[in-house]
Nanobody
């Protein structure tokens, strides 16, 4: 089992930045890829970003490319999502997940509880 805990969410004005962190505990010796997803009220869960175990491969959803950056520190079992140039449309609950690198939620085995990001206009 792997437990995931997100932090760093909050309220920010449009154009601002936030940094989300996710720390994994438990069976972290397994080489999981890590991903971030988000879900706004009434919408499906949306892929945001993913990074491979080594950090050598990453991918981003079209709506965040060029604004968000994913990184990881395996020594600290942490993955970070740096979010810049935030827009009101980025408002959602953000979830981190561990599993196989993919754009699809079904490919991730472990999930955090989510952290709220609210961007005001």
């Amino acid at each position: 089992q792997v437990q995931m805990i997100e932090s760093g969410g909050g309220l920010v004005q449009a154009g601002g930045s936030l940094r989300l962190s996710c720390t994994a505990s438990g069976r972290t010796s397994t080489s999981y890829s890590m991903g971030w997803f988000r879900q706004a009220p009434g919408k499906e869960r949306e892929f945001v970003a993913a990074i491979s175990w080594s950090g050598g491969r990453s991918s981003y959803g079209d709506s965040v490319k060029g604004r968000f950056t994913i990184s990881r520190d395996n020594a600290k079992n942490t993955v970070v999502l740096q979010m810049n140039s935030l827009k009101p449309d980025d408002t959602a609950v953000y979830f981190c997940a561990a599993g196989s690198i993919s754009n699809w939620p079904r490919d991730y085995s472990y999930w955090g509880q989510g952290t709220q990001v609210t961007v005001s206009s």
